[in-house]
T-cell receptor, first 113, second 113 residues
Framework: DAGVIQSPRHEVTEMGQEVTLRCKPI?????LFWYRQTMMRGLELLIY????????DSGMPEDRFSAKMPNASFSTLKIQPSEPRDSAVYFC???????????FGQGTRLTVV | AQSVTQPDIHITVSEGASLELRCNYS??????LFWYVQSPGQGLQLLLK??????LVQGIKGFEAEFKRSQSSFNLRKPSVHWSDAAEYFC???????????FGTGTQLKVEL
């Protein structure tokens, strides 16, 4: 298995632009998580899905952030409009519901200038 | 709410020396505990996990961790550190009712040759 695949690996965008981050979970995993990592706040869970349904989005910082999982093999995290304070590394992870063991992608480093 | 504390932000050890990274958790029920390692520019890789049973768990790369309920701790150990172990280490707890992880702030390990 190729593991959790995230794209792009790096994204530089201007403030106000829309940004879309993509994630392909491990086949057979039906839980998917989006995390954000910054120096100031560490690793924060933004949202997670079970069976393509959002279960907990309490970590989504504000309405500018949205996440979707249209099918079991694809998820997106969208920021619109982006702001410099959104600059961070965004990780996607997947797991089976009972394993509690999350497998992480390599992350997308987002820079908003 | 559950929380994880890693009291050491940075640790430096000499190659070949033993290592112990501290982790304390706060959670009302039996915790599911994890240690992850993150190399620069990479995602998080699972080192080991504790769900139940034997309180001393073995992981990959020669790491082990011991769950001590009385101390609410789950410290990570390695008898002899290699230069390639230099990385950031994260302790995490999963809630029993779901599989989302709460991470500690991480410990940056530096290995002196």
């Amino acid at each position: 298995d190729a593991g959790v695949i995230q794209s792009p690996r790096h994204e530089v965008t201007e403030m106000g632009q829309e940004v879309t981050l993509r994630c392909k979970p491990i086949s057979g995993h039906n839980s998917l998580f989006w995390y954000r990592q910054t120096m100031m706040r560490g690793l924060e869970l933004l949202i997670y899905f079970n069976n393509n349904v959002p279960i907990d989005d309490s970590g989504m910082p504000e309405d500018r952030f949205s996440a979707k999982m249209p099918n079991a093999s694809f998820s997106t995290l969208k920021i619109q409009p982006s702001e410099p304070r959104d600059s961070a590394v965004y990780f996607c992870a997947s797991s089976t519901p009972t394993a509690f063991e999350a497998f992480f992608g390599q992350g997308t480093r987002l820079t908003v200038v | 709410a559950q929380s994880v504390t890693q009291p050491d932000i940075h640790i430096t050890v000499s190659e070949g020396a033993s290592l112990e990274l501290r982790c304390n958790y706060s959670y009302g029920a039996t915790p599911y505990l994890f240690w992850y390692v993150q190399s620069p520019g990479q995602g998080l890789q699972l080192l080991l996990k504790y769900f139940s049973g034997d309180t001393l768990v073995q992981g990959i790369k020669g790491f082990e961790a011991e769950f001590k309920r009385s101390q609410s701790s789950f410290n990570l150990r390695k008898p002899s550190v290699h230069w390639s172990d230099a990385a950031e280490y994260f302790c995490a707890v999963a809630t029993g009712g779901g599989n989302k992880l709460t991470f500690g702030t991480g410990t940056q390990l530096k290995v002196e040759l």
